[in-house]
C-alpha cells in the first residue's frame, strides 16, 4: 500500500514562508515525479510546482515565491513558499507518480491546509 503523507501547512500572514514536506512510503520501485497542487475553495484543483529528474516546472503565479525540491534517499519533496499571499489560500496536495511491483500509478495526499492571513 502506497502513502503519501504531507505535513507543513498552516496560518500565515501575507508576506510569510512555509515549507510543505511530503513523504512516500510503501512498496515503491521508482517516483516517477513528484508535486504540489492545490484547491481554494470554490475553485478547480490546480498544479503549483512539480519535479522529475532534472526537470521543475511552476504555475506562473508561484514562480520566483516558490521552490520545489526532492530527497530522493527519502522518498521527500518539499514546497518552500516565500512571500506568501492571500490568493495563495487553499488545500495542498501532493501528487506523485510511481512505479509499484503492479504497474505505474498516481497517488495523492490527504492535503493541508494553507491560510495566508491580509
Known amino acids: 500500500q502506497v502513502q503519501l503523507v504531507e505535513s507543513g501547512g498552516g496560518l500565515v500572514q501575507a508576506g510569510g514562508s512555509l515549507r510543505l514536506s511530503c513523504v512516500a512510503s510503501g512498496n515503491i520501485l521508482s517516483i516517477n515525479a513528484m508535486g504540489w497542487y492545490r484547491q481554494a475553495a470554490g475553485k478547480q484543483r490546480e498544479l503549483v510546482a512539480a519535479?522529475?529528474?532534472?526537470?521543475?516546472n511552476y504555475a506562473d503565479s508561484v514562480k520566483g515565491r516558490f521552490t520545489i525540491s526532492r530527497d530522493n534517499a527519502k522518498n521527500t519533496v518539499y514546497l518552500q513558499m516565500n512571500s506568501l499571499k492571500p490568493e495563495d489560500t487553499a488545500v495542498y496536495y501532493c501528487h506523485a507518480d510511481l512505479t509499484i511491483y503492479y504497474g505505474k500509478g498516481d497517488y495523492w495526499g490527504q492535503g493541508t491546509q494553507v491560510t495566508v492571513s491580509s
Open positions: 519535479i522529475r529528474t532534472g526537470n521543475t
